[in-house]
């Protein structure tokens, strides 16, 4: 019965807000490095080739806000943060890793794809 | 030794391109909708509350383009155009249907997480 009651399908359902979160390139690469062991802000920085530091910041952000990622503040000197997963996080890292595999699996085929659209364009036009 | 080619986490790679693509709600509900069976565009339209037109034109070329979507005009009166997964884009479901399953299971515990930290910053403000 409980699970009719959410449909990503409808735009006011919460799931499409989770989705929209969950179902994002940023999300998947910094929730497989955590999977690892807990980093901090400069290791996932130097570990996703091309992300921004804002952009990092804000997806940092909304998954702590979400409860999937916990930032903890070390007494060290000086003071280290460190991102780990929650307990929710990690269970987010199994299909999350599908997606990745999917990704490494079928790239030959996708980009078999994109050239024969790109010779069909060059033949009629 | 092939698979070690592929990396998502650097820019350049290949791979982050087709994460990109995949790792998109408008991908996962689009893929989810073609799963059952074959629609039209006005049909997807009507399925996915609350994506645009012109979202919805860019993310079907894309996929289109990526070999994942298959465009095809039937020669009715007047032409009926129908899109349906390939065979590259039918490996997809079980990957990206997951992601959904997990927005519709951990829903609850991610409104929590949100109340927590709302609760948390009145508190504290």
Redesign the interface.
């Known amino acids: 019965m409980r699970?009719t009651r959410?449909n990503?399908?409808?735009?006011?359902c919460?799931?499409?807000k989770?989705?929209?979160r969950?179902?994002?390139?940023w999300?998947?690469?910094i929730i497989?490095?955590l999977e690892q062991r807990p980093h901090r802000f400069g290791e996932l920085l130097r570990?996703?080739?091309?992300i921004s530091q804002k952009m990092l910041t804000q997806t940092l952000r909304s998954l702590?806000?979400?409860?999937?990622v916990d930032r903890r503040a070390k007494p060290t000197v000086p003071v280290t943060v460190e991102y780990s997963l929650t307990n929710?996080g990690r269970?987010?890292t199994?299909?999350?890793e599908?997606?990745?595999?999917?990704?490494?699996r079928?790239?030959e085929?996708?980009?078999?794809?994109?050239s024969?659209?790109e010779n069909g364009k060059e033949n009629r036009g």
């Open positions: 699970k959410y990503a399908y409808a735009a006011a919460p799931t499409r989770v989705l929209d969950i179902a994002d390139k999300t998947v690469l497989g490095l570990g996703i080739d091309g702590e806000y979400d409860g999937l929710a269970t987010l199994e299909p999350l599908a997606i990745r595999r999917w990704a490494e079928h790239i085929t996708v980009t078999a794809a994109r024969r659209t």
